[in-house]
């Protein structure tokens, strides 16, 4: 199967957005056609097969534009697989183990049956946007703890399992 996924996301400072590219790219590789946009630019999923949704985790929440994105269009996402990833762990518990979803991040996985989630480690670097970001930098709890092994793993898994050959992400 050649599929059409479109990978969306929400994010603030790059960092989720850099992981969404990442997940397009291996999903590429593996032989799909694969796009990375940002989750409110987005007006019609009508011509995807799939359908990845990333957003960033900030005080327990997902990113207002992945969460948006998710109701918006929940009818067609209802229609095709969907799979939901989080970024945002500022310490390398997300490589270490598998990290649940949080409360509103389930609700989405239950309401449109999503394959699966994973949760990342994310990234916060001086020059981020917010008061909260502010804050938690000069508290010394910036940097970068996204694993792209983990990410393009799970990226095949997702890949895998669109082609049939089942890989679990």
Same mark, same amino acid.
């Given at each position: ?47 995807? %097969? ?47 183990? %598998? ?13 449109? %049956? ?29 940097? %970068? ?25």
């Amino acid at each position: 199967m050649n599929a059409t996924v479109l990978v969306v996301h929400g994010s603030a400072n790059g960092s989720t957005a850099e992981i969404a590219d990442a997940v397009a790219a291996v999903l590429g590789k593996e032989g799909l056609t694969a796009e990375s946009r940002p989750a409110g630019t987005v007006q019609d999923v009508s011509s995807y %097969d799939a359908v990845v949704i990333g957003g960033a985790l900030y005080a327990g929440r997902w990113h207002k534009d992945a969460r948006r994105f998710a109701r918006r269009h929940r009818r067609a996402l209802e229609e095709r697989p969907v799979w939901l990833f989080s970024s945002g762990p500022l310490d390398p518990s997300a490589g270490e183990r %598998d990290i649940p979803p949080v409360p509103g991040v389930r609700r989405v996985m239950d309401r449109l %049956d999503a394959r699966g989630h994973v949760t990342f480690g994310g990234r916060l670097e001086e020059g981020a946007r917010g008061w909260v970001a502010r804050m938690l930098l000069k508290n010394g709890k910036g940097g %970068d703890f996204r694993d792209f092994d983990q990410i393009e793993r799970w990226a095949a898994g997702v890949a895998g399992e669109l082609a049939g050959t089942r890989r679990e992400p």
